[in-house]
């Protein structure tokens, strides 16, 4: 098995392993919603700290379901990742283009 076989392997075990273990070790069961969000998180550690506090604005758009707001995060993951390998997908096929113009004209000089 090649090098960067193993490494993709191990790398696939981790990212699986950090999705299962919090659920297998039962990580947040004391709590009321168990994967709450971090702004619920912070939210409530606010209100905890000090009652009377007062937000400086309010949302643009506030979702009318916590469904669509999971929804349009999803959206917005989803073209970040198409953003992001689309970027680095350009950037190989350009070192690869660069790479064969350069053999290319390695080959005909020697010729």
Same mark, same amino acid.
């Given at each position: 098995?090649? &090098? ?9 075990? %981790?990212?699986? $392993?950090? %999705? ?12 009321? +919603? ?6 619920? +998180?912070? +939210? ?17 758009? +506030? ?7 999971? %929804?349009?995060?999803?959206?917005? %993951?989803?073209? /970040? ?9 350009? &950037?190989? /096929? &350009? ?8 053999? &290319? ?5 020697? $010729?």
């Amino acid at each position: 098995m090649k &090098r960067n076989t193993k490494i993709n392997l191990l790398l696939l075990l %981790a990212v699986a $392993a950090l %999705a299962v273990l919090p659920l297998v070790l039962g990580l947040g069961d004391h709590k009321a +919603e168990p994967f709450a969000g971090s702004d619920a +998180e912070a +939210e409530t550690a606010i209100t905890d700290i000090d009652p009377d506090y007062e937000p400086w604005f309010s949302p643009l758009y +506030e979702p009318p379901s916590g469904e669509i707001e999971s %929804a349009l995060f999803a959206v917005q %993951a989803a073209l /970040g990742a198409g953003v992001l390998a689309y970027y680095f997908g350009l &950037r190989r /096929g &350009r070192r690869q283009g660069a790479d064969r113009a350069l053999a &290319r004209s390695a080959a005909s000089e020697d $010729a």
